[in-house]
C-alpha cells in the first residue's frame, strides 16, 4: 500500500481545495426584452442567439 514519505501540510491541503468551491453564475440584462440570462446562451423565449433567430418559439396556445 502506498503511504506517503512527508505529512501534508495544512497550507498545502488547503491549495489543493482551493478550486474545489463553488463557481457564481453570471447572469446579463438582455437588451431588447429586459430579462436577465446568461451569457453566450441561447434565449429560450425569443430564441435569439447573437441577434440571430436561431430556434423556432412555440405559441402557448
Known amino acids: 500500500m502506498a ?4 505529512k501534508m501540510s495544512k497550507s498545502r491541503i ?7 468551491h463553488e463557481q457564481t453564475v ?4 438582455d437588451k431588447k426584452s ?3 440570462r ?4 441561447i434565449d429560450l423565449k425569443t430564441g435569439l442567439y447573437k441577434g ?5 418559439v ?3 396556445g
Request: charged share 35%.
Open 58 to 60: 412555440k405559441s402557448e
Open 3 to 6: 503511504v506517503p514519505r512527508k
Open 14 to 20: 488547503g491549495m489543493r481545495r482551493s478550486g474545489h
Open 34 to 36: 429586459g430579462e436577465l
Open 26 to 29: 453570471t447572469w446579463v440584462e
Open 38 to 41: 446568461r451569457p453566450h446562451h
Open 52 to 56: 440571430r433567430q436561431v430556434l423556432t
